[in-house]
């Protein structure tokens, strides 16, 4: 629609100007009125968000929201509460409204081709924020910008090496798994593995889906806590679960960074703090602020210009052995 009247508009002043651009090879004259709208109006994004089930996820949407509004875009912003198919509404709204491009961080990996296909036909491009999905169609959307959770799990998978070096018996490790089918947790899931299998001594006894949530990651951990007695390690995909899960520990006399190792990523405040109680001994930071490197590429997309396929942004490490004085408020 909103294309649709800007059309109708440049027709109405190609015509204004007595229609002598409309048939005397008016292109030239029509792209430069064109191009003068084109600079003028504003850019409009529609943005199909994941959620607001974490400190992470609301620093996320923080950053893109505030670099938008900084570069004079309008972003109109759908929280999905974790729901896939309130994400395909969304697109389809932003592909009614003509928006000029779609941000999406995709729940899951998969289940993505039908309204990917509706975007393409109206030629509106996507981009992926923060999660990936998986397609044999590639130019269904054009770049992703995130962070590289393989590359995170790798992270965790090495700390755990240099902390449990001098160990010959088996380590017990128990992992807090993210949204099922979610590529973060697929990514830091296999990443750990393809590292700490290196180390026979190294067992995953149990991995259970805390989706993200402190709730469940809560919920969970006492119920591991009820069924296994040596538990060595907690390998946990975010900080919100791991927040959870540190309550259960609390709650029958443990004592969380000692009796039981913790790995934990996302980097949120909280989190950091524990880290410097010694309550936690890893954490990977899963850079949220997204909205610099997101609002750059999608202008360079609307300028036609070339992108990179993939834009991973850096993540850091910070350990129990590190000046932990010297990490910055986090933000988030
Ligand atoms: C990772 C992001 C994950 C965070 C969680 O990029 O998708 O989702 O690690 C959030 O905190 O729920």
């Given at each position: 629609?909103?294309?649709?009247?800007?059309?109708?508009?440049?027709?109405?002043?190609?015509?204004?100007?007595?229609?002598?651009?409309?048939?005397?090879?008016?292109?030239?004259?029509?792209?430069?009125?064109?191009?003068?709208?084109?600079?003028?109006?504003?850019?409009?994004?529609?943005?199909?968000?994941?959620?607001?089930?974490?400190?992470?996820?609301?620093?996320?949407?923080?950053?893109?929201?505030?670099?938008?509004?900084?570069?004079?875009?309008?972003?109109?912003?759908?929280?999905?509460?974790?729901?896939?198919?309130?994400?395909?509404?969304?697109?389809?709204?932003?592909?009614?409204?003509?928006?000029?491009?779609?941000?999406?961080?995709?729940?899951?990996?998969?289940?993505?081709?039908?309204?990917?296909?509706?975007?393409?036909?109206?030629?509106?491009?996507?981009?992926?924020?923060?999660?990936?999905?998986?397609?044999?169609?590639?130019?269904?959307?054009?770049?992703?910008?995130?962070?590289?959770?393989?590359?995170?799990?790798?992270?965790?998978?090495?700390?755990?090496?240099?902390?449990?070096?001098?160990?010959?018996?088996?380590?017990?490790?128990?992992?807090?798994?993210?949204?099922?089918?979610?590529?973060?947790?697929?990514?830091?899931?296999?990443?750990?593995?393809?590292?700490?299998?290196?180390?026979?001594?190294?067992?995953?006894?149990?991995?259970?889906?805390?989706?993200?949530?402190?709730?469940?990651g809560k919920e969970i951990m006492r119920d591991i806590l009820n069924e296994y007695k040596?538990?060595?390690?907690?390998?946990?995909?975010?900080?919100?679960?791991?927040?959870?899960?540190?309550?259960?520990?609390?709650?029958?006399?443990?004592?969380?960074?000692?009796?039981?190792?913790?790995?934990?990523?996302?980097?949120?405040?909280?989190?950091?703090?524990?880290?410097?109680?010694?309550?936690?001994?890893?954490?990977?930071?899963?850079?949220?602020?997204?909205?610099?490197?997101?609002?750059?590429?999608?202008?360079?997309?609307?300028?036609?210009?070339?992108?990179?396929?993939?834009?991973?942004?850096?993540?850091?490490?910070?350990?129990?052995?590190?000046?932990?004085?010297?990490?910055?408020?986090?933000?988030?």
């Amino acid at each position: 629609m909103k294309k649709l009247l800007h059309l109708q508009s440049l027709v109405w002043i190609v015509i204004g100007c007595g229609g002598l651009f409309l048939f005397s090879g008016c292109q030239g004259a029509i792209s430069k009125q064109e191009q003068e709208i084109k600079d003028k109006r504003t850019i409009v994004l529609g943005f199909a968000q994941v959620g607001a089930e974490s400190s992470w996820r609301l620093s996320n949407t923080k950053s893109i929201k505030e670099e938008a509004a900084a570069e004079g875009m309008q972003l109109m912003y759908i929280n999905a509460e974790q729901k896939q198919e309130n994400q395909i509404k969304a697109i389809r709204s932003f592909i009614a409204y003509q928006v000029d491009a779609i941000l999406l961080s995709p729940v899951i990996e998969t289940g993505w081709e039908n309204v990917l296909h509706e975007a393409k036909a109206a030629n509106i491009p996507i981009i992926l924020t923060d999660r990936e999905i998986k397609t044999d169609e590639p130019d269904l959307y054009r770049s992703f910008v995130g962070s590289d959770f393989k590359k995170e799990g790798k992270m965790a998978g090495k700390f755990l090496q240099k902390k449990f070096q001098d160990k010959t018996r088996q380590v017990n490790i128990v992992e807090l798994y993210g949204t099922i089918g979610s590529s973060p947790a697929e990514g830091r899931s296999i990443g750990f593995r393809e590292v700490i299998k290196e180390n026979a001594h190294f067992k995953v006894i149990c991995s259970r889906s805390g989706d993200f949530m402190h709730s469940k990651g809560k919920e969970i951990m006492r119920d591991i806590l009820n069924e296994y007695k040596a538990i060595d390690v907690l390998y946990s995909h975010n900080d919100s679960m791991t927040l959870g899960a540190i309550e259960a520990m609390e709650e029958v006399g443990m004592v969380p960074g000692k009796d039981i190792v913790i790995i934990t990523i996302d980097g949120e405040q909280k989190v950091i703090d524990a880290l410097k109680d010694g309550k936690v001994n890893c954490v990977i930071e899963c850079n949220p602020k997204l909205g610099k490197e997101i609002i750059d590429l999608t202008k360079k997309v609307l300028n036609g210009e070339n992108i990179p396929r993939t834009v991973y942004v850096e993540d850091e490490v910070f350990t129990e052995w590190d000046d932990l004085s010297l990490i910055s408020p986090r933000g988030y």
